[in-house]
């Protein structure tokens, strides 16, 4: 049971350079919970911090830079998405990663675990730790928004969707700190994880006051608890409450980015439309290393992984500024590709800060517009098409009319993959509306004319063409061959097998 994830840690930090700047100390839950890490409510906060940091900046390998590995995860497996022969990715991509129960299981599970660990020593701790009400409820509300955030991650990835089988096994709820003597609880049904993600969240609610103001955006305030709770009701179909917390979360950011910022990287924080945000800086920037693989035009990025299908192009109108950005070319590296050399389908969407680091986007107004079309869609509410057709017009697309019902609902879907390309919803889209991955080989007959200028030794410009080699999906059906199908196994995480192997309460549920 000493492999399990009962046992678990706990994280202490000295603060250097504000909230996003931190070192981090590991000891072990119970040698830590007598000491002063919760003398007060400051020093509680500073657990809660380093927990979130640990979340996001934890290395297991090269490919797995903290939480984002999951948002990583979850694009490579879907359909917009062509992942090159490089390193990272490789593996999700042609759906045998999670079946095969390879890290980013585990990763994902071990962080999930330490960090509502984290959230339940700080939920259990705060009130008894000095300062005033206000702050401990807040600090209370915040942990519960963090372990809300944990369940759902759970309850989105370990199972398919709420309907297709309810009572299927995602893995246990802990509501309070374990220590290494903890007895394991059993797994928990998919129903009953979304329904404590959703009680945290909504408990979180009541407590995080109204007035307060966050020092960085990667912390809870009320508009990221409304904004998870409209994803966690989205996710479980009650399309009321979806439409409810996300057009709460709308008051506060209604504004849709430029077509400047929308071409500048997606890389700051500081976006009008960013409400949840990991910020990087140059002495923590682990989280960063994910452009490596979504950085797929700068030089400065690295694997160049995260390519769009070539067909992907042709979902964009022609007055949609987005479609701009997405064009064939050579490895970025090599600024003078020979005829015959490969290109893919580059989709300038992510780029490197100076400094090769870069935030991570972890929520915009942008997804709430979108939950509001489709939740109010459901509803039959003829709001739904306007909605929709307000990000349409902020991006230079057609306005749709004349739609409703399913049509309107599956044109929702189609802008969902447009607009959040390479932002972590492609594989929790596809389970949870119990669609089938789609892709289909692009045609290798003909070379694509790629132009490019070079200096002679008189330091003339010269623009020469040549043919390059195109390149789209090389992945087309799972991994025993068998065609792509709505409700598969190979699209979940699966429990990790040390898990399975050291609770022995894990099934013990299971009907």
């Not at 399990?4 to 072990?28: A, H, N, Q, R």
């Not at 398919?160 to 797994?187: E, F, M, Q, R």
């Not at 709001?383 to 349409?392: D, H, R, V």
């Amino acid at each position: 049971m000493k492999k399990s994830i009962v046992k678990y840690i706990i994280f202490s930090l000295s603060l250097s350079m504000g909230v996003t700047s931190c070192s981090l100390d590991t000891e072990p839950t119970d040698s830590v919970v007598n000491a002063n890490v919760f003398k007060t409510v400051e020093d509680t906060d500073k657990v809660l911090v380093g927990s979130w940091a640990s979340l996001m900046e934890t290395f297991y390998t090269y490919a797995n830079p903290g939480f984002g590995t999951v948002l990583r995860t979850n694009d490579a497996m879907g359909n917009d998405i062509v992942v090159n022969r490089n390193y990272g990715y490789r593996n999700h991509y042609a759906f045998t990663a999670l079946y095969n129960r390879e890290g980013t299981n585990t990763h994902s599970w071990n962080l999930t675990y330490k960090t509502i660990n984290n959230a339940n020593n700080v939920i259990e701790k705060v009130y008894a730790s000095k300062g005033s009400v206000i702050e401990k409820q807040r600090v209370k509300g915040q942990a519960l928004a963090l372990r809300g955030f944990m369940y759902l991650h759970l309850a989105s990835s370990y199972a398919l969707a709420v309907d297709v089988n309810p009572d299927a096994i995602v893995g246990p709820i802990y509501l309070k700190a374990t220590t290494p003597t903890t007895v394991p609880n059993p797994g928990a049904t998919v129903v009953e994880v979304y329904n404590q993600a959703i009680s945290d969240l909504e408990e979180a609610l009541t407590l995080i006051p109204e007035s307060y103001v966050r020092d960085h955006k990667y912390q809870f305030d009320l508009n990221v608890v409304q904004g998870l709770l409209a994803r966690a009701y989205l996710y479980t179909q009650n399309w009321e409450k979806a439409k409810l917390y996300s057009g709460k979360v709308l008051k506060k950011y209604s504004g849709l980015m430029t077509e400047g910022d929308y071409k500048s990287g997606f890389n700051d924080a500081s976006n009008v439309e960013w409400i949840w945000a990991h910020q990087q800086t140059a002495s923590n920037s682990n989280a960063s290393y994910q452009f490596n693989f979504l950085d797929v035009t700068s030089k400065e990025s690295y694997y160049f992984s995260f390519n769009a299908d070539p067909y992907f192009k042709d979902l964009f109108d022609d007055g949609d500024y987005r479609k701009s950005m997405i064009y064939w070319a050579p490895d970025p590296s090599n600024v003078k590709p020979k005829q015959g050399n490969v290109a893919y389908m580059r989709y300038a969407k992510f780029k490197f800060k100076s400094g090769r680091i870069a935030d991570i986007v972890l929520m915009r107004s942008s997804e709430m517009y979108l939950i509001n079309a489709e939740a109010s869609a459901r509803l039959g509410d003829a709001s739904a098409l306007e909605t929709l057709n307000i990000l349409k017009r902020a991006r230079g697309a057609q306005e749709l009319t004349g739609l409703d019902g399913q049509a309107l609902i599956e044109q929702i879907w189609i802008e969902r993959r447009k607009e959040l390309f390479g932002e972590g919803f492609s594989r929790v889209d596809i389970v949870r509306n119990q669609l089938a991955v789609e892709r289909k080989l692009y045609p290798q007959d003909k070379l694509i004319p790629y132009s490019y200028e070079v200096m002679d030794d008189k330091g003339n410009i010269e623009t020469k063409t040549v043919g390059l080699l195109p390149q789209g999906h090389r992945v087309i059906s799972f991994a025993d061959k068998s065609p792509f199908v709505a409700n598969s196994k190979y699209y979940v995480f699966r429990i990790p097998e040390v898990e399975e192997l050291e609770n022995p309460n894990l099934y013990q549920n299971l009907k």
